[in-house]
């Protein structure tokens, strides 16, 4: 098993621009979630998914989607690139609910100018 | 919303000395409580977790204790190592079913 994969591993952006950060698991898990890492602040949760189809917000959704066509993939869009998007984005998944493991992917490390 | 605090924020300790993190929470409704560990360049990964019934469990050389009367548990870790240097996580969830994660301690364990 990979476990979590994201892509792409760094990203720098314009201001304005708009990209798609990839997550996929191939651990057949349906929760899966986003969470962005900035510098003493921990992570916090942008976006989740409990199934195909369903997503809901996290603590910081703002000027960011997300959709769940797959059990497999969770894709995170950023509509319009700002600086204050500058971070360290992590994709997580787990096995069938929130009180249990959250295996998470090596990140995606995002710059904007 | 779920407030968490997490201390110290930085802890270093000689190898083989025992280390203690402790995480205090807001909402009494949580009854999940792991810890997660954060090398360099890497995501987090779980080393341990505890639920609401049980007030303390053990692997090895690391332990989680829990208080939910006061709303803390902590992160014991003994016999350090050079390898369990790295950031430390709680993530403290209840009914609400999101994680929400402290600010983190970083461990520096010396020679």
């Known amino acids: 098993n990979a476990g979590v994969t994201q892509t792409p591993k760094f990203q720098v952006l314009k201001t304005g621009q708009s990209m798609t950060l990839q997550c996929a698991q191939d651990m057949n898990h349906e929760y899966m979630s986003w969470y962005r890492q900035d510098p003493g602040m921990g992570l916090r949760l942008i976006h989740y998914s409990v199934g195909a189809g369903i997503t809901d917000q996290g603590e910081v959704p703002n000027g960011y989607n997300v959709s769940r066509s797959t059990t497999e993939d969770f894709p995170l869009r950023l509509l319009s690139a700002a600086p204050s998007q500058t971070s360290v984005y992590f994709c997580?998944?787990?096995?069938?609910?929130?009180?249990?493991?959250?295996?998470f992917g090596p990140g995606t490390r995002l710059t904007v100018l | 919303g779920e407030n968490v605090e997490q201390h110290p924020s930085t802890l270093s300790v000689q190898e083989g000395d025992s280390a203690v993190i402790k995480c205090t929470y807001s909402?009494?409704?949580?009854?999940?409580f792991p810890w997660y560990k954060q090398e360099l360049g890497k995501g987090p990964q779980l080393i341990i977790d505890i639920r609401s019934n049980v007030g303390e469990k053990k692997d090895q050389r690391i332990a989680v204790t829990l208080n939910k009367t006061a709303k803390h548990f902590s992160l014991h870790i003994t016999e350090t190592q050079p390898e369990d240097s790295a950031v430390y996580f709680c993530a403290p969830t209840g009914t609400a079913s999101k994680l929400t994660f402290g600010t983190g301690t970083r461990l520096q364990v010396t020679l």
């Open positions: 997580a998944s787990s096995y069938s609910d929130w009180y249990n493991e959250q295996f």
């Open positions: 909402d009494s409704a949580s009854n999940y």
